[in-house]
């Protein structure tokens, strides 16, 4: 059906507070990943997970962030305690692949068009 | 570790030219490249790849890119731009699992 979604598309959030931003992957992907893009940067890998595993998280910049996937489809990213370095663009994106060797490597990533994210 | 380098963060060409664009990444081993097309409110839209067999590969759009391991690169190329590519793209290397590293990205302008 219909690509990647995320919801919002735009969040304003007051320093301190906590967001949680949502992804719809792709229907069946198994894979599904979350980036952080600052400002004239490119995007930068945070998490990703296999059907409801968290299988690498090495990106999350500290413990306030949290990303979720309990039913192995939709997927929440939730930070907490905003910080005004927060504000970013956060990208999600899905493939048909499986976690390890090389077949996710090469499989395509369906990116969803980002929520943008300002802590002011 | 991976890292991957745009050296033109800003291209200007005009409409119906050819067009190059820079990507070098540094990894030891056979990477997995990609280039990518982001357009202003879009998530990335995926041109091409590689990972192996010839090193010429094409891509939607009209797009190609050469694989060079002696000079680390994967540049980008197109005979000749159309207004509608004005965009930013952006190189990509994937080196796990689909864990990508990218590069800063190159904007590209198209005059008319």
């Known amino acids: 059906g219909a690509g990647v979604s995320q919801s919002p598309r735009y969040k304003v959030a007051k320093r301190g507070q906590d967001v949680a931003l949502r992804c719809d992957p792709i229907s069946g992907h198994v894979s599904l990943f979350w980036y952080q893009q600052a400002l004239g940067q490119g995007p930068e890998f945070l998490t990703y997970f296999q059907n409801e595993a968290q299988l690498d998280k090495s990106g999350l910049p500290s413990d306030r962030f949290f990303a979720e996937r309990p039913e192995g489809s939709v997927s929440t990213l939730k930070i907490q305690r905003t910080q005004q370095e927060d504000s970013a663009v956060y990208l999600c994106?899905?493939?048909?692949?499986?976690?390890?060797?090389?077949?996710?490597?090469?499989?395509?990533?369906?990116f969803g068009p980002g929520t943008r994210l300002t802590v002011l | 570790a991976q890292s991957v380098t745009q050296p033109d963060i800003h291209i200007t060409v005009s409409e119906g030219a050819s067009l190059e664009l820079r990507c070098n990444y540094s990894?030891?081993?056979?990477?997995?490249l990609f280039w990518y097309v982001q357009s202003p409110g879009q998530g990335l839209q995926l041109l091409l790849k590689?990972?192996?067999?010839?090193?010429l590969v094409q891509g939607i759009k009209g797009f190609e890119a050469e694989f060079k391991r002696s000079q680390s690169s994967f540049n980008l190329r197109k005979p000749s731009v159309h207004w509608s590519d004005a965009a930013e793209y952006f190189c990509?290397?994937?080196?796990?699992?689909?864990?990508?590293?990218f590069g800063d990205g190159t904007t590209l302008t198209v005059k008319p």
């Open positions: 590689y990972f192996s067999g010839d090193t």
């Open positions: 990894y030891g081993a056979t990477p997995y």
């Open positions: 990509a290397v994937v080196v796990s699992a689909g864990k990508s590293t």
């Open positions: 994106a899905s493939s048909s692949g499986l976690a390890g060797g090389t077949h996710t490597s090469t499989d395509t990533q369906y």
